[in-house]
């Protein structure tokens, strides 16, 4: 297994943070890599993310857990692999939390396939992070 995680301190609450991901639609807002994306259900377990990366071809995503405001785990199965990514906001105080982006390439492949594939996937968490985060915090006010 492969696995990274990248975290990021904010004062936006759970809630704007929730806002923000369960609007599918409005990532490329802070996600500078979406070229298109296309949420097929609720947000919630079981439904399908169709998102395509500048200049990539189009990756189905599953939600495999959803817990509002707090939690969403989203899954690409790619045969010989298995992209994983949690997404969850921890409280540290009463001002303060801490966004959490954690991925894990599991699968039959995940020990050679991982290492090539985790970071660039994973390489822009910190900036996708940073504007998700001022975008939540604005939002908060």
């Known amino acids: 297994m492969w696995a990274i995680e990248?975290?990021?301190?904010?004062?936006?609450?759970?809630?704007?943070?929730?806002?923000?991901?369960?609007?599918?639609?409005?990532?490329?807002s802070w996600n500078a890599d979406i070229e298109r994306i296309e949420l097929e259900g609720p947000f919630a377990a079981g439904?399908?993310?169709?998102?395509?990366?500048?200049?990539?071809?189009?990756?189905?995503l599953?939600?495999?857990?959803?817990?509002?405001?707090?939690?969403?785990?989203?899954?690409?199965?790619?045969?010989?692999?298995?992209?994983?990514?949690?997404?969850?906001?921890?409280?540290?105080?009463?001002e303060r939390s801490r966004i959490v982006y954690q991925m894990e390439i599991g699968g039959a492949a995940a020990d050679t396939i991982g290492p090539q594939l985790g970071p660039g996937i994973s390489g822009d968490f910190p900036q996708v992070l940073a504007a998700l985060v001022a975008l939540a915090e604005r939002r908060g006010g």
């Open 6 to 28: 990248h975290a990021v301190e904010t004062t936006a609450a759970a809630e704007d943070v929730w806002a923000l991901w369960s609007d599918v639609g409005g990532w490329p």
């Open 47 to 60: 439904s399908t993310i169709v998102m395509t990366p500048v200049g990539g071809d189009p990756v189905e």
């Open 62 to 94: 599953r939600i495999a857990e959803a817990d509002e405001p707090t939690l969403f785990v989203d899954e690409a199965d790619g045969g010989d692999v298995v992209v994983r990514t949690t997404h969850r906001v921890e409280p540290l105080d009463a």
